[in-house]
């Protein structure tokens, strides 16, 4: 338990976890591009086709992935600033601001590959069910998060409002969420369902595992590359940094 | 300003205070009131316009239509409440104060919501009429809004709070909290559809009341949270 | 692999260009989440250098 905390201090400390990071990233950028290899190798030409779908279905492998991971990153970003706003803590305001534009491409990602999916299988390019519609509310909130922070010209400010404006959002996701589910079920006949859960036989799992693994793994190197840059920026007159920068 | 030897307010009286002041500048300023009304009324003129005067279309489009244009004119009224406070410098006052943020600009938002949202619900079966919206369905219209627009004031006011330092922040605010909005719209359209159907609204308008009490009680402390956060900025 | 040839693998009976196309769309998108961070470090990183230079020439004057 000592340990952790201690783990935790020094993250809040910008020079160690500068170090750390680019440890990490030289680590962390193989690994990823070989998960995220794997898992599009075995999705795309590996495993068996959909019964009902044909081989369309194959965008689940990133669909599926880039919405989880999406969802996740909101509560990163949510966790970081909630960290920010309490404990003061400045690391948590640029682990917040790097988190936002990474869950904002991805759940771009989920919603074109959404679109793409539904082509051929329903015939249009966009379809209001209840995954896709809170997809796109998901969105909205990342590219407000965003919009908030580039309209304020402080920005110790902008980034308090932000994870203000986070946490709200976080609070509402869940009622977002379970309310667009509701609507969709009040709007439609029961028998048209157009994202029907059905069991999914292992060899289309393993890959899918695989594949949001992967995703994870690209959220946390693109986060952490985010804030290398931002940090190196914060501090570049810092005497640590040119110090560590001159060594390397 | 209080002298130091005056007994200092009650929390009550102090929300009061705040209640009664913005309430009278709100009755005072005829366009404050008049003009979310207005725009509710022209807005809803639109949809006619632009679907066609079928009376059976619009009738079935009638819910939606109203709760569409609601959450739009309460939009356009959250960009204006705090912001007369904060350009006079009453707003560092409240802050200032030793009674919490929160509720003192729960005042603000509580007279804010009776001279628009209240207002709106209660005027609103005249534009349902308009759209042909069926009988049955305008009671719960108007409780639908009354909970509603309380939801949406709420919400707004967490916006405005966090827009309110930003030049030309209405349109960043509506951006902000549509999203957020959602919930309301598909709780509140939901009851009249199925009010409209003849069927049983009440999980739906259960739905809402749960989540303005949420609200009554959460928003608040955003509310403070972002006030301080602006004054800051 | 479970198709019979890359040209089958290509086609995906119909589907190949959604299911292409959803790919390269993703690929470019991951490609930039990594590389647009990885450009803006090395452009502080390049600010960082000529300010040294500039800091350690002024000291020299």
Redesign the interface.
Known sequence: MQGMWAFIHKLGSPPWFFGFSGTLVRWL?PVTVLL?AVG?YWG??????DFRQ???Y??IY??VP?AVVALAGYYVMAIAGAIS?IWRIKMADVAMRAAAP?GA??T??AL??GA??G??TWGAWWVWDARITSML?LL??Y??VV??FE????KT??A??CA??T???T??IP??Y???D??YS?HQPASLKFTGESAIDASMLYPLLVMIGAFYL?FA??ML??M??EL??QH??AHW??QR??VS | MQSVDRPSLSLLTAFGRQFRRHGQALMASLADVANPLLFFFMVVTLFPLGLGPDPQQLASMAPGILWVVALLASLMVSARMFASDFEDGSLEQMALAPHPLSVLALGEVAAHWLATGCLLALVSPLFAMMLGLPPQGLGVLVLSLLLGTLCLTLIGAVGSALTVSIRRGGLLLSLLIIPLNVPVLIFGSAAVTEAVMGRDPSTWLTLMGALAAGMLALAPLAVGAALRISLDS | MYFESLAAAWHMDGHGGYVWMAYALTTIAVVLMVWLPLARFRRHLRWVSADQLRQDGDSQL
């Open positions: 950028l995220l599009a795309l030409l590996v495993a068996p086709p044909g081989n369309s194959r965008i990133i669909h880039a706003l990474v491409v991805l771009a990602v074109v590959t793409i999916w082509k051929p509310i909205f909130l590219l407000g919009a908030l309209a304020y010209e402080n400010a902008a308090k409002a203000v404006l946490l709200v959002g609070v509402n009622i977002i379970k309310s667009v509701w609507w009040l690209l190197m693109s590359l985010n290398r840059a190196l920026w570049r007159n940094l040119r920068l001159d």
